[in-house]
Nanobody
Framework: EVQLVESGGGSVQAGGSLRLSCTGS????????VGWYRQAPGNECELVSM???????YYADSVKGRFTISQDHAKNTVYLQMNSLKPEDTAVYYC?????????????????????????????WGQGTQVNVSS
């Protein structure tokens, strides 16, 4: 059963913008931290941004001022607006939701393995969407 579905990835030139969407059922987002992770080849799984249950947002230093996370409760959708994209933003982006606080993946852990860990702990993890930024 797929509980989170991401969309909006694609290819764009440096300086361009993309908006990622993550849609789930209401039960996946109620009283949950929701966020976005990414992993580029050869890199560790990185927590990019999240909205905590209290509404506080978090951004990785690498995306501050360029990315914006938002949530539309009526549509059960979380968005990641990505502006001023750089080639180093190229990665597979994953959506996550958990009633426990979202954390960084463990050192050297792949996003795939982290997603399996999250799901085993009753969290939710999407299938991933590819973002390619060319210079």
């Amino acid at each position: 059963e797929v509980q989170l579905v991401e969309s909006g990835g694609g290819s764009v030139q440096a300086g361009g913008s993309l908006r990622l969407s993550c849609t789930g059922s209401r039960s996946t987002f109620d009283n949950s931290d929701v966020g976005w992770y990414r992993q580029a080849p050869g890199n560790e799984c990185e927590l990019v941004s999240m909205i905590r249950t209290d509404g506080i947002t978090y951004y990785a230093d690498s995306v501050k001022g360029r990315f914006t996370i938002s949530q539309d409760h009526a549509k059960n959708t979380v968005y990641l607006q990505m502006n001023s994209l750089k080639p180093e933003d190229t990665a597979v982006y994953y959506c996550a939701a958990d009633s426990s606080p979202l954390t960084e993946a463990r050192e050297s852990e792949s996003c795939t393995d982290f997603g399996d860990f999250l799901r085993a702990d009753f969290g939710y993890w999407g299938q991933g969407t590819q973002v390619n930024v060319s210079s």
